[in-house]
């Protein structure tokens, strides 16, 4: 079961990996960890925000589709959010 809905999720390609660890520190969920220094992504926690991808600096990493829902198209209730 996934965290959040997402049609994407972030994928390394592990011959480009340098296992600097740098998308860990960006990770929000901490879907990623060094294992034998390459980046290994646990995709029930990945909810493809892309913040790894846009990080790296090898660039390794891209997020590729994992489903076709549609995204909430209803009201969002911010009131007390300070907005």
Not at 3 to 13: E, I
Not at 14 to 28: A, K, R
Not at 40 to 51: A, D, L, M, T
Request: proline share 2%; charged share 20%; glycine share 8%.
């Amino acid at each position: 079961m996934r965290l959040a809905a997402s049609n994407f999720v972030a994928k390394a390609d592990q011959e480009v990996c340098t296992g600097c660890g740098t998308c860990i520190d960006y990770c929000q969920v901490d879907a990623m960890e060094l294992i034998n220094d390459s980046i290994s992504i646990n995709e029930q926690y990945c909810i493809g925000c892309g913040q790894c991808v846009s990080r790296c600096p090898v660039e390794c990493l891209s997020l590729v589709r994992c489903a076709d829902h549609e995204p909430w198209k209803g009201e969002y209730d911010i009131s007390g959010l300070g907005v």
